[in-house]
Nanobody, 126 residues
């Protein structure tokens, strides 16, 4: 059975950093991409970034470009999201997600992803 478990969220001051982790288990075949999303109670789920496993190519939302970095440790079945220069607008529940086959449109839509974790809360506040 597939499981995705996120960790690493918490409270951080503006300008600070956090590193989120997502451990994947139960996959019997390679997946196409892994992504991070975020959502607040008053917004739709937003694609933050994604990484394609075949070539390691990364994709970022404009709002996080240059501040966030997605990476993967294959030996640990873990995907990371390094978040630097955090802003209050980054406050959200963060989810990791797995896309099994190539997207039909773009990396951003949540419907392109097949498996989801339960999320980890990130709060940026002074």
């Amino acid at each position: 059975q597939v499981h995705l478990v996120e960790s690493g969220g918490g409270l951080v001051q503006p300008g600070g950093s956090l590193r989120l982790s997502c451990v994947a288990s139960g996959f019997t075949s390679e997946y196409y991409a892994v992504g991070w999303f975020r959502q607040t109670p008053w917004s739709e789920r937003e694609g933050v970034c994604s990484l394609t496993t075949s070539d390691g190519r990364t994709y970022y939302a404009d709002s996080v470009e240059g501040r966030f970095t997605i990476s993967r440790d294959n030996a640990k079945n873990t995907v990371y999201l390094q978040m630097d220069s955090l802003k209050p607008d980054d406050t959200a529940m963060y989810y990791c997600a797995i896309m099994m086959t190539r997207w039909h449109s773009d990396w951003r839509p949540s419907y392109e992803y097949d498996y989801w974790g339960r999320g980890t809360q990130v709060t940026v506040s002074s």
